[in-house]
């Protein structure tokens, strides 16, 4: 089956800003959850868009009555081991990353016929999930995604292009996006999403580091912003103190200011300082790291 190829204005350069809104002719839908991928699907559909997919999602919107264009009849190769290199393609990743502003890129894309994909949505292999359940180590090994992952830091690459979904929870806002802007994405939106795909793509890729190097008692910290809490001040009143990590996970707060620098500080001492004993219990009262007094309390 041959596709629609490119069609695109043949000017070599232009200003951007954060308006410079893209229409989406085309887009790779390839996800692990179907959950919400539906919705997606009918509004991409009832603008004419053309999907191109794989495997269990071409089977699943297919079924939903939406038409598709197989990835196998763009880049003329079957799906090979089982699975493994579905879209591992030149045709495919070519679509994502030439440059559509660029005479050269263009010229070979069409020389090639490749055809541009102007929106792709990954849901990737739930690597986490399957180790959480105590799976075998093959069955962890084969829920280590390569393909989708490489779909995504190829489209978020390519942002100035091309939009990215990389998680389902995107997929309201990008409906919503979408409709509100008549088929159109701007780059400021398009810049976000590639900020979130980047995010998925190192927290996954931590968590099989971690799992490989289990053995090493060493394990990678990944810090996001949004597992974080503003603190009333820093280490001085001037300054500024994050938490990383779930704060209300520790404490329960029943009145008084928000927790400075300083206060957890203390509370880090404090707990290294109490030793549990059969006989009693060793109290510590701290204030700025130094302790102030120490009490016994015994049966």
């Known amino acids: 089956m041959r596709t629609n190829f490119l069609k695109r204005s043949k000017s070599s350069t232009f200003a951007l800003s954060s308006k410079y809104m893209k229409p989406i002719q085309s887009a790779l839908i390839s996800v692990f959850y179907k959950d919400g991928i539906e919705a997606v699907a009918q509004a991409l559909h009832q603008n004419n868009v053309t999907i191109y997919s794989t495997g269990g999602t071409q089977t699943f919107l297919e079924n939903l009555g939406i038409p598709v264009v197989a990835v196998e009849d763009v880049t003329e190769y079957p799906e090979i081991f089982g699975g493994r290199v579905k879209t591992l393609h030149p045709k495919v990743f070519g679509g994502i990353l030439f440059r559509r502003n660029l005479q050269s890129d263009m010229a070979e894309a069409i020389k090639h016929e490749i055809p541009a994909i102007d929106l792709v949505i990954v849901d ?62 701007s780059l400021e939106y398009r810049e976000k999403l590639c900020r979130d795909a980047f995010k998925v793509t190192s927290e996954y890729d931590s968590a099989i580091h971690n799992y490989f190097n ?81 009490s016994i309390r015994t049966p």
Request: hydrophobic share 35%; charged share 25%.
């Open 214 to 294: 289990r053995s090493n008692n060493s394990v990678g910290l990944s810090i996001e912003e949004s597992s974080s809490t503003v603190l009333r001040y820093g280490e001085n009143p001037h300054q500024k103190g994050t938490f990383y990590g779930k704060l209300e996970g520790f404490f329960d707060k029943i009145q008084g200011k928000e927790l400075s620098y300083n206060n957890l500080l203390d509370v880090d001492a404090a707990v290294k300082k109490l030793i549990w004993r059969l006989q009693g219990i060793l109290i510590n009262c701290f204030m700025k790291c130094s302790s102030l007094q120490i």
């Open 124 to 185: 990737l292999y739930p690597f986490e999930e399957t180790l959480a359940k105590g799976a075998s180590e093959e069955e962890i090994i084969e829920k280590i995604d390569i393909g989708g992952v490489s779909l995504i830091r190829a489209a978020a690459k390519n942002h100035r292009d091309v939009v990215i979904l990389s998680h389902r929870s995107q997929y309201t806002e990008f409906i919503k996006n979408y409709n509100s802007s008549e088929g159109k994405t």
